[in-house]
């Protein structure tokens, strides 16, 4: 079966910046969509970051773009999350996530992430 497992959480001061990681297995990598996702405790869970299959197609939601960059490394089945100006906002608990499509998924097609990560604290102080 699909397994992601996240890692690079940690406590970081407003301004730092940290770098999640995702090593997947039980799936043929290449071929799909990866995504990053986060939830904060009585909120439902947000969209992060898409990336697809090949990595030359990427999306952001608005509160991380340019600050944010998704990346991949087919031959190893990893995908990382580089996180800079973190700010106290984006203290969540940060999920990886598998799609069952090839392309960046659009906001209507969310629901095509499917595999799910344990996920890894993130904790911005000010």
């Known amino acids: 079966q699909v397994q992601l497992v996240e890692s690079g959480g940690g406590l970081v001061q407003a301004g730092g910046s940290l770098r999640l990681s995702c090593a997947a297995s039980?799936?043929?990598?290449?071929?799909?969509?990866m995504g990053w996702f986060r939830q904060v405790p009585g909120k439902a869970r947000e969209f992060v970051a898409a990336?697809?299959?090949?990595?030359?197609?990427?999306r952001y939601a608005d509160s991380v773009k340019g600050r944010f960059t998704i990346s991949r490394d087919n031959a190893k089945k990893m995908v990382w999350l580089q996180m800079n100006v973190l700010q106290p906002e984006d203290t969540a608990v940060y999920y990886c996530?598998?799609?069952?499509?090839?392309?960046?998924?659009?906001?209507?097609?969310?629901?095509?992430?499917?595999?799910w990560g344990q996920g890894t604290q993130v904790t911005v102080s000010s």
């Open positions: 990336i697809n299959y090949s990595g030359s197609r990427t």
């Open positions: 996530a598998a799609s069952i499509v090839s392309h960046v998924p659009t906001d209507r097609e969310l629901q095509s992430f499917g595999s």
């Open positions: 039980g799936l043929t990598f290449s071929n799909y969509a």
